[in-house]
């Protein structure tokens, strides 16, 4: 027996409207913590042959130096990552003898991005998101352009554009609230993982779209004793399985990567899986609900 999704439509928008006004606010209160590769600043990653100090004892090390705001993030079991503000070859250096100190190590790695290099990535980034944004709704709208009732093909773009700033927005509330009490930085990987998210949303919500178009060819609404609620609700029946599948299968690769990836892939993995999550949510719960308010609306059902 298929599910009605339809019927408790107004309970999936009460819930999203609280995930995203939440979302908001904390972003509004709290902010995101940019990397280095937004602000500039210099990231060292060591190695200890013997047991790693305290971050205590790492940051009385570190005190003498002008390193700005530090970030000492421990990774694997004796391992440490040092964000701190741009410095230079010399003071690099000296902080390697200095910590070579408290044991002996290794210097994996040592990267630098000075400010203005940070700026003109924070500012690519925007015009890519905002295009990116712009080239779905064009797509979304030509690709439907067979369908012009009862709602029309660019309903469909809107649609699918609330359904993605939703989708994005509930990982940035989180990021948010992890930058803010455990120092968690929007990096380079983690944009990359909120861009993905946008692709593997639309393409969910695609799915579902398709699949109305077909039915819609097939049986036309008018000959349905539901209408357009009933193509519509038998669209998302049809790709139920398809989408949970979908949604299980990278989720499992994804965690496994977040537990066992180690600390370069951990936030990309979990923003990834908070967008995937949101993202599914979304095109089943969201997406096609939304066409059908709107068509009830208009009509004023």
Known sequence: MPINFLKYRKFYFIFSGILVVGS?????LFGLKPGIDFTGGSILEVEFQAERPSTKDLREKLNQFDLGEISIQPIGEKGIIIRMKDISEDTHQEIVQKLNETGELEER???????????ELKEKTKIVIVLALLAIVLYIALAFRRIQRPVSSWQYGIASLLALFHDVLIPLGIFSVLG???????????????????GYSINNTVVVFDRIRENLLKAPYQNLVGGYEDVVNISLNQTLTRQINTALTTLFVLTAIFFLGGETLKYFALALILGIIAGTYSSIFLASPILVSWLRWRKKI
């Open 180 to 198: 803010k009490f455990f120092g968690v930085q929007i990096t380079i990987p983690v944009i990359v993982a909120l861009l993905t998210v946008l």
């Open 109 to 119: 790695r040592f990267e630098s991005i000075g400010p203005t290099i940070g700026r």
């Open 24 to 28: 908001l606010v904390f972003l509004f």
